[in-house]
């Protein structure tokens, strides 16, 4: 019998992950022509790219690296194409909320002039999803006079913003998904990735979803980072960044000066490949000494910071909070600078940890919700350009509130505080509380609904259950359906 499903399923989850398999399939000539072909189409309405021909845009598979150290300004672009004609950086981001780097783009210009290169032509393309979030903040900072006099210095081709929908779907006009079973599987994964948008849940990790542990254990989890942040965040020698959510992670950056030299928070994508969920990472220092690790797990290093994993013994402990705080302080060589919270608030159960500690499962289910938010923010604001989503991301949510014309329409999200308690269920939607009865109520006729719901700063919320959802069900489709039926309708097939 022949198999079916997708062969980068659970393996390609994140932007570090798929920019990997973007060069892996770059072995294939079709696909190395069929992108150069796409950079030449997308720049050619700029006059000083229209200069270049398509075969200056042609690579091997030998000239193209992922996460290449340049060591010029200490950058770790995505990904480098380096011909004897061309010398081209291009910045991936496949989240529509994955923020920029301070130091981004200035840090790679500095690297396109410095770097000795034969090649005539040199550039940078940022290359992001068609609804990413902080592409005004991008054009802002490319049409910066500082970045366009560092830009006509090096003699650098203008800035390029792509967006990854128009390669996938000039992929498929040129008909790779017919040539060999890798570029169909390719072409499918970002088609759910940045089009279709399908989440589907397997068997197990649905069934994980339903317990309450993973959710309180969850809850705990991110309320230790904030409390982490908190005591450490007035540090005179080191920047604390404010706690976020980007690219299927909870957690805050480190700088000491204008480098990021550290992270601390939860690290979903090593969570799925079977390493523990709550990770610090630290960039060495010139001897490549960092102290405070040595009962923690290594895990995978990048962008020039090692990381570990807090392992579960660790955690288990009844002064969790003193044991991740301890660690801290030694890693970053800094003293608390404050309290934080009680401690009570950060104790995990037994049975809190296994399901934390079941990465396969746990991790992949954990993801996927936040890839449905995500999708669900992208048919929002995709749909009329009436349509605003402000995003809320702390211990106890991470949720996306959209509004209409200005007015409060629907919230959609993950309520952890109520996850946590018995019986709860991680997907919650809320309406004003003015206008909710009747919505609500159609709604529980039909078994969408459940529970007694809760009403708070104006708003009313109710649990999905979750009961009419089986195993490969796609997730995406079933909320976009709820919203409509909520009376928010994202101009998108349900």
Not at 142 to 161: F, H
Not at 200 to 223: D, F, P, Q, V
Not at 306 to 327: M, T
Request: charged share 30%.
């Amino acid at each position: 019998m022949e198999e079916t499903g997708n062969i980068f399923e659970g393996i390609v989850v994140n932007e570090r992950s798929y920019t990997e398999l973007f060069q892996n399939m770059c072995r294939y000539k079709f696909f190395r022509d069929e992108f150069a072909r796409f950079l030449k189409q997308q720049s050619e309405d700029n006059e000083e790219w229209e200069s270049l021909s398509l075969s200056d845009f042609y690579f091997h598979s030998s000239e193209v690296e992922t996460q290449y150290f340049a060591q010029e300004s200490g950058t770790y672009p995505d990904l480098v194409i380096s011909t004897p004609d061309v010398r081209l950086m291009i910045e991936v981001k496949t989240s529509t909320w994955t923020g920029l780097q301070g130091s981004q783009p200035r840090d790679y210009l500095t690297n396109l002039a410095r770097t000795p290169t034969e090649a005539a032509h040199k550039g940078l393309f940022f290359l992001v999803p068609r609804y990413y979030s902080h592409e005004g903040e991008l054009k802002k900072r490319i049409s910066d006079e500082e970045v366009q006099k560092q830009v006509r210095k090096a003699g650098i081709k203008p800035l390029m913003i792509l967006h990854w929908e128009d390669f996938i779907e000039q992929l498929l006009q040129a008909g790779a998904q017919e040539l060999n079973s890798n570029l169909r599987d390719f072409i499918d994964l970002s088609n759910d990735w940045f089009i279709n948008g399908k989440i589907a849940l397997r068997s197990g990790e649905l069934a994980a979803i339903k317990k309450h542990t993973l959710g309180s254990g969850l809850y705990m989890l991110r309320a230790l980072v904030e409390i982490v942040r908190e005591r450490f965040r007035r540090t005179e020698r080191l920047k604390i960044g404010r706690t976020r959510w980007e690219d299927y992670d909870f957690g805050f950056y480190i700088d000491r000066a204008d480098e990021t030299i550290g992270y601390f928070g939860i690290d979903s994508y090593a969570w799925t490949r079977g390493f523990w969920p709550l990770v610090i990472g630290v960039k060495p220092d010139a001897t490549g000494d960092i102290r405070g690790t040595e009962d923690l797990s290594r895990q995978e290093d990048e962008d020039g910071i090692c990381y570990w994993g807090f392992p579960n013994n660790l955690l288990s402990k009844q002064n969790a909070l003193e044991e991740v705080s301890a660690r801290f302080a030694s890693v970053f060589n800094v003293e608390p600078s404050g309290t934080g919270e009680a401690e009570d608030e950060v104790k995990f159960s037994h049975r809190e940890l296994a399901a934390l500690f079941d990465g396969q499962t746990s991790g992949g289910a954990y993801q996927k919700l936040l890839r449905l938010i995500e999708q669900i923010h992208t048919a929002a604001i995709g749909s009329n350009e009436q349509i605003r989503v402000k995003t809320a991301g702390s211990r106890w949510e991470h949720s996306l509130y959209i509004s209409e014309n200005g007015k409060p329409r629907a919230a959609f999200g993950i309520f952890f505080t109520n996850w946590k308690d018995e019986g709860g269920l991680p997907l919650w939607i809320g309406l004003p509380t003015r206008s909710s009865s009747k919505a609500f109520e159609e709604l529980e006729k039909e078994k969408f609904i459940a529970g007694e719901g809760y009403p708070e700063n104006g708003w009313s919320y109710k649990q999905l259950t979750l009961d009419d959802v089986s195993p490969e069900q796609d997730l995406v489709e079933y909320s976009l359906m709820v919203l409509k039926k909520m009376g928010l309708d994202t101009g998108l097939p349900t």
